[in-house]
């Protein structure tokens, strides 16, 4: 069943389980099975995955595989290959190897920026800035999109809450140091609508023309409310996992990701287009089951499946 819009998604999502999901479980998820996975789910309709990320694998063994992985992901046509890197060396690698688009790692939060990428916030963007400037010296074909990514940013697992000027100050500073997108990231879901709301609209206003995209968690079931908080914004990119995986190993009680499948279906009853399959997507679902026996799988739409008689856009007046 294809959402009735083909003409291309009016609002992207990204599926980041094989990144935010995988990096959670030390034992290797088979690299022809996370290829299986982006096929599947590329065939479904989805046009960004972030297939691995570029950090040491002594730090994060399920990486070890990123170089075989975007060869793979590489192949498929019309995929824009997404990666996540913590600093420079991770984007020199992801760059040679043609990743489409770069999610640099950054907390707002200074506790989680030490803990998860052991540096200031100031050393990270200094490292930005480099990997900026080493993209503009790429000829044009060979240049990958960069997104400034801000997590921590509507809460923080050390230090609570994160006030919405700070979130703005490192937009602005990204937005200077020459991102294609920015990227605000609820890692711990303490995010509410109205929160939500704030923090959006004040980055938006702040950096003019350039994308902003949300990152939700559902550690405290608000992530699909968040979503529609942040739709109210403008905002049309989310990130989003198969099933609900995800989390941050550098940050306690940090829980999965919201559920593709799930805000898929929301978008699609609410009219948006994203160009995925739901019932195709869903059925990518085995592949994870089969090689995470045992791991809860999240999602509402995998148990209930399509209401009678849906049609895409079925909830829009
Ligand atoms: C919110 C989220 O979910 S984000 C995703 C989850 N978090 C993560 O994946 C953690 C990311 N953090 C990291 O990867 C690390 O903290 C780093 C690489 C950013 C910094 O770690 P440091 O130990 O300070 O790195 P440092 O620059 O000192 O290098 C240490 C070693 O790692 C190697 N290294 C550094 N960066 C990378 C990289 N991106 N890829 C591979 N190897 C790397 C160095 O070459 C060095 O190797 P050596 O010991 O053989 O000489
Ligand atoms: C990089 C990410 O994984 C975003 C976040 O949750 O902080």
């Keep these: 069943m294809t959402n009735s819009y083909s003409s291309g998604p009016e609002v992207m999502v990204c599926e980041v389980g094989l990144r935010d999901g995988l990096q959670m479980f030390n034992a290797l998820f088979p690299t022809a099975e996370k290829l299986a996975w982006i096929q599947a789910e590329s065939a479904a309709g989805v046009r960004e995955i972030e297939v691995t990320s570029f950090v040491p694998p002594k730090l994060v063994p399920q990486f070890v595989d990123a170089q075989e992985v975007v060869h793979g992901a590489l192949a498929i046509p019309g995929l824009c290959v997404v990666a996540l890197v913590p600093n420079l060396k991770g984007a020199e690698r992801a760059i040679e190897l043609g990743v489409h688009k770069l999610n640099y790692v950054m907390s707002v939060s200074r506790t989680h920026n030490l803990r998860n990428v052991r540096r200031e916030r100031e050393e990270s963007l200094a490292d930005f800035k480099r990997i900026a400037d080493l993209i503009r010296a790429l000829p044009e074909h060979r240049r990958p999109r960069l997104l400034g990514g801000l997590s921590s940013a509507l809460g923080c697992g050390y ?159």
């Design 159 to 317: 230090e609570g809450r994160v006030p919405v000027a700070d979130v703005q100050r490192w937009a602005v500073a990204y937005a200077e140091a020459g991102a294609d997108e920015i990227m605000i990231a609820d890692t711990v879901g303490y995010a509410d609508p109205v929160h939500v709301k704030e923090a959006f609209r004040a980055v938006i206003a702040d950096v003019g023309t350039l994308p902003v995209s949300a990152h939700f968690h559902d550690t405290r079931g608000l992530g699909l409310a968040n979503v529609a908080a942040a739709l109210e914004c403008g905002v049309r990119r989310f990130d989003a996992s198969l099933a609900g995986l995800g989390g941050c190993q550098f940050v306690p009680s940090a829980t999965g990701n919201i559920v593709m499948d799930d805000l898929c279906f929301m978008l699609d009853a609410m009219g948006m287009r994203t160009g995925v399959d739901l019932e195709k997507l869903v059925a990518v679902r085995e592949i994870v089951a089969r090689n995470l026996p045992g791991t809860p799988l999240y999602g509402k739409l995998a148990g209930a499946g399509l209401p009678v008689n849906y049609h895409a856009g079925a909830t829009a007046a």
